[in-house]
């Protein structure tokens, strides 16, 4: 099968009310709904309802790599792409993010979404996730407690200061919650160089060990799906996962 047109990149389409956008390697192209600062109805007052370059690199990465069958958890999935690429790809999906985020465009999305990736209108579950009441209280939410989770994801979410403490302790809840720690897939954006830098150093300081993807690997997949590879220079896929359970917790 023969590579869909190349898709727009996120930056220059976040004034789209319905973003028309194809899965990597598929001939399925998704219509996602999405709201900005720019379309009609304003915004949600996050960044989590629109459509980013990482997520759009980091779903290109996974769905280029052999299928394996288990559960992917999705920290910001926002519009919803990445959830609905990985459940094309055959595997069940946990799509997380906030209530205001859920309810704006995210479980819509999905919904609608099922009917093209998926023959049922199962394989995705959608749950909220506030990360500040996770770190608060050290608590997940009950239907996630036990639910065994094989990979993690998370795009565009290392962007506020005062948020990447709570992703962080998030991350760390979830695979301490389970017998084995998960990979964790990391997609990001050096939109600030320092930023990114301090994030990465926490998350090595909480036993997070990430691993960046080799960039002419990158490229390379880039190059033979036919995108554009300089609208994504600033995007960086990390993979890794925590060393050992946090001091105080004992995995399920």
């Excluded at 980013?52 to 280029?64: D, V």
């Excluded at 709570?166 to 919650?177: E, G, M, R, V």
């Excluded at 930023?195 to 090595?204: F, G, N, Q, T, V």
């Amino acid at each position: 099968m023969s590579n869909p047109p190349p898709p727009e990149p996120a930056s220059s389409t976040k004034h789209l009310s319905i973003l028309h956008h194809p899965i990597p390697f598929t001939s399925t192209t998704l219509a996602l709904r999405q709201i900005s600062s720019t379309t009609s109805g304003g915004s949600t007052g996050t960044t989590g309802s629109t459509l980013w370059l990482s997520a759009q690199l980091l779903s290109l990465y996974l769905l280029s790599l052999p299928n394996k069958k288990g559960t992917i958890l999705d920290l910001g999935s926002g519009i919803g792409y990445l959830p609905l690429c990985l459940r094309s790809k055959g595997y069940e999906v946990i799509a997380t993010d906030i209530p205001e985020v859920i309810e704006s465009v995210l479980r819509d999305n999905v919904d609608n979404g099922l009917a093209t990736v998926s023959s049922g209108k199962d394989g995705i579950e959608v749950v909220a996730l506030d990360w500040e009441t996770v770190s608060a209280t050290g608590n997940l939410p009950e239907c996630l407690t036990g639910k065994k989770i094989d990979i993690i994801t998370t795009s565009d979410t290392f962007y506020a200061p005062h948020l990447l403490r709570p992703l962080l302790a998030t991350l760390q809840a979830l695979s301490d919650n389970q017998k084995t720690p998960p990979v964790i897939y990391v997609g990001l954006e050096r939109r600030d160089p320092g930023l990114i830098d301090k994030a990465l150093h926490e998350a090595r300081s909480m036993g997070l060990n990430l691993n960046r993807i080799d960039k002419g690997r990158i490229d390379k997949l880039m190059f033979e799906a036919g995108w554009d590879g300089e609208e994504w220079d600033d995007v960086e896929i990390w993979k890794g996962k925590f060393a050992r359970a946090s001091s105080g917790r004992t995995r399920k």
